[in-house]
């Protein structure tokens, strides 16, 4: 299917022309066909190839409508541009041009209507003037009348060149802009919209934006026309289960759950501006019309910030209306969905620089070096990166983020020093803590510091990030009274030193925690402390009693007390040495190596 918007001044024939086109009526409210004018958009479908159907979305020349004309171009990718002859280019020509440029419609046709009322010719080459420096230049111009039927079939083969001409659908997953929401007896809510990229099928889950609301697809017309499934192009009518019409209208979206990042801020470039922008606006993007407020940039860079969140990818096109003046201000490229916070001073002149160097079309290389670390579902809802690609060239995948190599580099030696830094400082301390390694080398997610510690040679455990080969230096005071507690253990391995004796040989809970991740000592409960080794030599002992054991017999079989054995039975429980078979006994499981 193809899809082809109207546009053109007031009163030139649009309608009349596609009533001619297809015999159907695109005016579909009493008071559009009583005044003789499009209020609302119109809709209407014929076949010109005897293969292909070709649908028309019809829209109001007026000005006072401008806002209902938008929401018919802004998803369609061609235009057939009226024109009459009897009165030539007027100002809603222009005001429609100025809109399909900004944005960046560059198929259509040009039908010079009423030719039996003029000479078609003085107005062929007054348009083809004004189209000149447009993408619509050198369209082909057909002079036809809805009245006496000249020129229709001309009109037809120009329209069937144009459709054969229009480039295939961009890939990327499935969006419908509503413009229409309705009930249907017996069905339920049905909202009807150009589907520009992606599939619907009956049964496919959905999200309905900007709601954030799943829904689920119920039934599919197509041109009224039952089908099971649907890819873009298509006008379609989609059935939703359980969502009442006054819960969804028109400039909300059905998109791919996943797929599209939900935008309140962004950063765009602006295109054929007018001299003065007022900083409150009317952003017209698909079927939508949202209010936003204007923060201008640079000459031509500015962010929006929206009042409803839309469903949009980075180089889609806008329109910016003012809504006192009613007339198209400027056209925006959306050229960043997630930009970063605007806080210090010459933040926002560095960032129009930035903006001003940046591509209409985003590509995965560039902005993985521009943000210097991305995560990946961050380019897949922003519409750079498909969901289903591999790690881009040139680009280190960690976990969930992708990241500049430089930048990894530049990282990397930050870790190393960092952590060089605080052992330095800390001689006692077993590492530095991953969320502290983080800050240091202004990270945003502390979980790339266990992707990072292999290049910096360091290594992660229970104690934080350290090098492999670090070695804890006590003070000779500590390292003297640790020795002695090494002394006693080995005579005695089940005799830990009381809170009494730690604090008479002055040992901190730094120290003995620095022993601990040093490999000096084991710790079994705050106070209670052993050699390494004393846990493989407790179940060793413990295999040679009668099974199962009681705590009691295990106190014997260690010559201890309970503030130790009940931690310890507590830890061989953890490491797997010992079960409990019922509340009073436990059976050795497998000696500890």
Not at 576 to 586: C, K, M
Request: proline fraction near 6%; hydrophobic fraction near 45%.
């Amino acid at each position: 299917m193809f899809v082809i918007a109207t546009a053109g001044h007031v009163d030139h024939g649009k309608s009349t022309l596609v009533r001619a086109l297809t015999g159907m009526e695109p005016d579909r409210w009493a008071e559009e066909r009583r005044r003789g004018m499009t209020i609302d958009l119109g809709f209407a479908w014929t076949t010109l190839d005897n293969e292909h159907m070709t649908a028309f979305v019809d829209v109001p020349g007026h000005q006072r409508f401008v806002s209902n004309m938008l929401a018919g171009v802004g998803p369609v990718t061609a235009v057939l541009f009226v024109v009459a002859a009897d009165e030539g280019w007027r100002q809603q020509s222009a005001e429609h041009l100025a809109a399909l440029q900004a944005l960046d419609v560059c198929h259509g046709v040009l039908a010079v209507t009423r030719c039996d009322l003029a000479d078609p010719k003085p107005t062929i080459a007054q348009a083809r003037e004004r189209l000149r420096d447009t993408g619509l230049a050198g369209m082909p111009a057909v002079a036809v009348s809805a009245a006496s039927g000249h020129g229709l079939d001309a009109l037809r083969t120009a329209l069937r060149e144009l459709t054969r001409a229009l480039p295939a659908p961009r890939p990327g997953p499935s969006r419908l802009w509503v413009d229409r929401s309705f009930t249907v007896r017996g069905s339920g809510t049905v909202v009807t919209g150009t589907l520009g990229s992606g599939t619907m099928a009956v049964g496919d889950e959905l999200v309905l934006e900007p709601a954030g609301r799943p829904v689920r697809i119920r039934g599919l017309q197509s041109l009224k026309t039952k089908v099971e499934r649907a890819k873009a192009v298509s006008r379609l009518a989609v059935n939703l289960r359980g969502l009442g019409a006054n819960e969804v209208r028109r400039g909300y979206a059905l998109v791919q759950p996943g797929a599209f990042t939900r935008v309140t801020t962004m950063d765009v470039r602006l295109i054929r501006q007018a001299d003065r922008i007022p900083t409150h606006l009317v952003l017209h993007t698909g079927s939508a019309a949202v209010p936003v407020r204007l923060r201008k940039l640079g000459s031509h860079a500015a962010r929006l910030t929206l009042t409803t969140a839309l469903p949009l990818h980075m180089g889609e096109r806008g329109l910016l209306r003012d809504p006192g003046a009613q007339h198209i201000v400027a056209g925006v490229v959306v050229l960043d969905t997630f930009p970063a916070r605007l806080n210090a001073r010459g933040d926002a002149k560095r960032r129009a620089h930035q903006l001003t160097r940046m591509n209409d079309q985003p590509d995965v290389a560039s902005e993985i070096t521009r943000r210097g670390a991305v995560r990946r579902d961050a380019l897949v809802t922003a519409g750079v990166l498909a969901r289903e690609a591999g790690t881009p060239l040139d680009a280190i995948a960690a976990g969930e983020w992708l990241v500049d190599p430089t930048v990894w580099k530049t990282w990397v030696s930050a870790l190393s020093a960092a952590v060089d830094e605080w052992t330095a400082a800390n001689p006692l301390s077993p590492g530095l803590a991953p969320e502290a390694a983080a800050r240091r080398v202004s990270i945003a997610d502390p979980r790339l510091i266990e992707a990072l510690i292999t290049d910096a040679g360091l290594v992660l455990d229970s104690g934080g990030v350290r090098r492999k080969d670090a070695k804890t230096h006590f003070p000779a005071p500590v390292r003297r009274a640790i020795d002695e507690i090494h002394a006693r253990l080995r005579e005695d391995p089940f005799a830990a030193p009381s809170a009494e004796e730690l604090t008479r040989h002055r040992l901190s809970r730094q120290h003995l925690a620095a022993a601990v991740n040093a490999g000096l000592l084991c710790r079994l409960a705050p106070d209670v402390y052993l050699l390494p080794d004393a846990p493989a030599e407790a179940a060793r002992r413990l295999a040679s009693i009668e099974q199962p054991f009681t705590v009691s017999q295990a106190r014997t079989a260690w010559g201890t007390s309970r503030r130790v054995a009940l931690p310890l039975l507590e830890h061989l429980d953890k490491q797997g040495a010992t079960r409990r078979v019922n509340n009073t006994h436990r059976v050795i499981s497998s000696p500890l190596p």
